[in-house]
């Protein structure tokens, strides 16, 4: 068992209050998306799509970790079958 676990890398280290900042200054049509998410320092692609609204399961500026629920389960026999999401 790990006794003293680093981290090996910063992804989704950004500040959710960073987030709101850079959407208000994208859709007040201050900055455009690279500079913004620059200035912010948040994830690019991010801020694109919270800004076009397409995340399906996060909303608005607060983070989310995605789906954490398996796309498939364990059928009686052995195979693997889709839930349908």
Do not use: C, D
């Amino acid at each position: 068992m790990v006794s003293n676990y680093k981290r090996k890398t910063n992804r989704g280290a950004w500040n959710e209050k960073n987030m709101e900042r850079a959407l208000q200054a994208v859709v007040e049509k201050r900055m455009g998306w690279l500079k913004a998410s620059r200035h912010f320092q948040v994830p690019q692609a991010t801020l694109r799509r919270r800004a076009m609204n397409l995340n399906k399961i996060a909303v608005g500026t607060r983070k989310h970790l995605g789906n954490l629920k398996s796309r498939t389960r364990r059928v009686s026999s052995g195979a693997y079958a889709s839930t349908g999401s």
